[in-house]
């Protein structure tokens, strides 16, 4: 059964510690992105990867950062650095590396920082 | 840098009747995507236009995108209660990036 897997679904995290979103595909994908989501706005990209050991900042990757050690996986952990953690984070995948492809997300986890 | 605006913000309408939202962006796209999130869900593909011009159908889905390629619409014609949900459109800009409307929700009344 193919597919994105993000894990937890739900996350909750005290102020001033550091977390780790994981996310998984077996779609055999090359491109793996990041994004977030925030009521009322659309999706903004944090990080992205086209190729393993490789990947570019986004629009708002300050308080993130990424590793893409396996073409599988594609962990993002938000640092106590990130002024305003609590959202929606969704992670995607694309067959190609160019953003011409069509983009497939994963169930998303939501995090909420207190 | 490059933005793009999508309205209306939000919609409700009666089982039935049409539904259409607009996406502009201020510099010309090289494609536009757009996506359907159910509440509660994720975003999934729907459809990606190319060519200036070019209207694709899908069953009661109509998406458009405009002559000068910094436009594009998704109309539904008589909605239906599976309709419902957030359409975001996401234009491709340089440097190979998707940018993603805020997407317009819509609910319908049975």
């Known amino acids: 059964d193919g597919g994105i897997t993000q894990s937890p679904k739900y996350l909750f995290r005290k102020e001033g510690q550091n977390v780790t979103l994981s996310c998984e595909q077996n779609l055999n994908h090359d491109a793996m992105y990041w994004y977030r989501q925030d009521p009322g706005q659309g999706l903004r990209l944090i990080y992205y990867s086209q190729i393993v050991n490789d990947f570019q900042k986004g629009d708002i990757a300050e308080g993130y950062s990424v590793s893409r050690e396996k073409k599988e996986s594609f962990p993002l952990t938000v640092t106590s650095a990130q002024k305003n953690p609590t959202a929606f984070y969704l992670c995607?995948?694309?067959?190609?590396?160019?953003?011409?492809?069509?983009?497939?997300f994963g169930p998303g986890t939501r995090l909420t920082v207190t | 840098g490059q933005q793009v605006m999508q309205i209306p913000q939000y919609q409700h309408v009666q089982e039935g009747e049409d539904f259409t939202t607009y996406c502009n962006s201020s510099?010309?796209?090289?494609?536009i995507q757009w996506y359907k999130q159910r509440p509660g869900g994720h975003p999934v593909f729907l459809i990606q236009l190319v060519k200036s011009g070019e209207v694709k159908k899908q069953k009661r889905l109509t998406f458009q995108f405009g002559e000068a390629k910094k436009n594009s619409s998704l109309h539904i014609t008589a909605t239906q209660t599976t309709d419902v949900g957030t359409y975001f459109c996401?234009?491709?800009?340089?440097?190979?990036?998707?940018?993603f409307g805020a997407g317009t929700i819509l609910r319908v009344k049975s």
């Open positions: 996401a234009g491709v800009r340089s440097g190979n990036k998707l940018v």
């Open positions: 995607a995948s694309s067959i190609g590396r160019t953003a011409t492809y069509e983009q497939y």
């Open positions: 510099t010309t796209l090289s494609n």
